[in-house]
């Protein structure tokens, strides 16, 4: 099985997340007690899935969760991955756009100390990208009013909207009330489920 960038990027827009992690070291060994690390994992739950993006792309398996794993991408794996699947990418587009940025800021450092404009850089791009992970993103369809019928249940009048014209409900609990009620009858009348279903014609048996 072949991973193409186009499939790939799919699967980021979907299960991925880059994002750039922030954690306390020794002051010994940070001057500024904090390290700053990229991060691009994919998580799924097919293991010969993640086999198939490992052995086209690189990365690390892990386990995250139960019946739930993880491919894990080293910074320099990510310098070459995230190229290749930027243009088809459409959900983290912006997230791959700053990762690509803090990674090409800490190849020019390399191991050299901070400056408070690196600092501040990292710390930017690290809090941006965690905004950008809380956001979520939803559907709004236009839809209309396009008349008014009376519930089933409660024979009052409610609005019925183009997105759903066979409303027959004002609300849930009317709907649930007359299936239920509805359903009570048919058991105290001692009539089996079976017998309420719609008649078959030789036409539909035979199709």
């Not at 491919?71 to 700053?98: C, D, G, M, W």
């Not at 009570?184 to 089996?192: C, D, F």
Request: charged share 25%; aromatic share 10%; with cysteine.
């Amino acid at each position: 099985m072949t991973v193409s960038p186009q499939y790939l990027a799919g699967l980021i827009d979907g299960e991925g997340c880059l994002m750039v992690s922030r954690s306390r070291k020794p002051l010994n060994q940070h001057k500024r007690g904090v390290q700053f690390s990229p991060c691009m994992t994919i998580a799924n739950t097919s293991i010969p899935l993640l086999e198939a993006v490992q052995q086209d792309f690189g990365g690390k398996i892990r386990i995250e969760h139960a019946n739930t794993y993880a491919l894990l991408f080293s910074a320099n794996e990510q310098r070459v991955v995230i190229p290749k699947v930027f243009p088809y990418l459409i959900l983290k587009k912006r997230e791959a756009t700053i990762l690509l940025n803090f990674l090409s800021r800490k190849a020019q450092l390399g191991c050299r100390p901070l400056s408070d404009e690196d600092f501040k850089f990292y710390e930017e791009c690290y809090l941006e990208l965690r905004r950008l992970k809380k956001i979520r993103h939803t559907y709004n369809w236009s839809s209309k009013p396009v008349g008014k019928r009376l519930c089933q249940e409660c024979q009052g009048e409610f609005v019925v909207y183009s997105h759903y014209p066979h409303r027959k409900f004002c609300s849930e609990h009317c709907r649930a009330k007359f299936h239920w009620t509805k359903s009570n009858a048919r058991i105290r009348a001692g009539v089996p489920a079976w017998s309420m279903l719609p008649a078959v014609t030789p036409a539909q048996e035979t199709n």
